[in-house]
């Protein structure tokens, strides 16, 4: 996996105030109700999770030939994939899992040729 630089994360700070979002790090409270994960290597791209309504936005932030990819599992081998394909592309999913769990998101770049990129996994309460 690539080594995301200081700079990098400054810069991904700094863009992210501005877009008027924040992060969360996976072990952040079960209060807070909006979480953020990113991948950075050969795919570039993010994702947010609305907890109170289960909404997860999918962003594919670099023209790299991948899209990308989260794939959501909670309890009892329930399963949910939400995709964004195409530099500057977004795409909206909307769950509906159990609440009073931990969701692991799992957030990867994937091509058309089947090819998957290393992946970052975050754990936030629904």
């Known amino acids: 996996m690539k080594h995301t630089s ?3 994360m400054v810069r991904f700070a700094v863009a992210l105030a501005a877009a008027g979002g924040f992060a969360v790090a996976a072990a952040g409270s079960a209060q807070a109700s909006s979480y953020m994960g990113w991948v950075n290597n050969e795919a570039q791209g993010n994702f947010t999770f609305e ?3 289960q909404t997860l936005t999918v962003r594919d932030t670099r023209a790299d030939g991948y899209g990308i990819e989260v794939e959501v599992a909670g309890k ?3 399963y949910a994939f939400c995709k964004a394909v195409g530099n500057g592309q977004s795409h909206t ?16 770049g994937n091509n058309f040729h089947g090819s998957m990129t290393d992946a970052a996994s975050y754990d936030f309460p629904v």
Request: one cysteine or more; glycine letters at 0%; aromatic letters at 12%.
């Open 6 to 8: 200081h700079r990098t």
């Open 51 to 53: 907890s109170s309504s």
């Open 76 to 78: 009892h081998s329930q």
């Open 93 to 108: 999913c909307h769950l509906s899992f159990p609440k009073d769990q931990t969701l692991d998101f799992t957030i990867y």
